[in-house]
């Protein structure tokens, strides 16, 4: 993500399934305050203890129905979280709405988001909680146009070994897809 875009140490950051923090913590130390969402209270509670006295807040709240004031952040950042939503253009409409729009010369703020391209279902174990098996670029990056996001640009992040839960060594490539609002 920091290869995508530039972070101001100003910037107000929403970490969009948030977990227990990898990404919300490691983008802090460049931006003045990142505000993590999550569906897992457990997992929010192991955030909260280890951002203790750190500008960082917690919400416990699906993706799908953000419940944060509108136009109040400068950058959404997610990672490996998206195929775990049921509704993937409500999650986005509301990243959308969550960040500043354009104004002037100025642009609106930046979605940055990583997850898998599609796959055979193989990735996790359990499918329990998955809702996609990783995603199209081209189907993403068109609902991301109609969610009000301009100029979605994907990157392949990382290429991915790894066994599947059929047993069969299958490279598992993550995107990273940056969006300006």
Do not use: I
Not at 2 to 25: E, H, K, M, N, Y
Not at 82 to 100: E, I, N, Q, S, W
Not at 139 to 165: I, M, Q, R, S, Y
Request: aromatic share 6%; glycine share 8%.
């Amino acid at each position: 993500m920091s290869a995508q875009v530039a972070w101001d140490p100003a910037w107000r950051v929403l970490d969009a399934g948030a977990g227990t923090g990898l990404l919300g913590l490691a983008v802090l130390p460049h931006v003045a305050r990142v505000t993590a969402v999550d569906t897992s209270a457990a997992m929010l509670e192991v955030l909260a203890a280890k951002a203790a006295g750190l500008s960082l807040e917690t919400h416990l709240c699906p993706l799908e129905a953000l419940d944060l004031p509108a136009a109040s952040f400068d950058a959404v950042v997610s990672s490996m979280a998206l195929h775990h939503v049921a509704d993937v253009p409500a999650a986005l409409a509301g990243f959308a709405r969550a960040l500043r729009p354009a104004v002037g010369p100025r642009p609106g703020g930046h979605l940055l988001l990583a997850d898998l391209d599609s796959e055979p279902g193989t990735f996790h174990s359990d499918n329990t909680g998955v809702h996609h098996l990783g995603f199209d670029r081209d189907a993403l990056g068109a609902l991301l146009v109609e969610a009000g996001f301009c100029a979605p640009t994907f990157v392949t992040a990382l290429d991915n070994p790894k066994v599947g839960a059929d047993g069969v060594l299958r490279n598992y490539p993550v995107f990273c897809v940056h969006a300006l609002r």
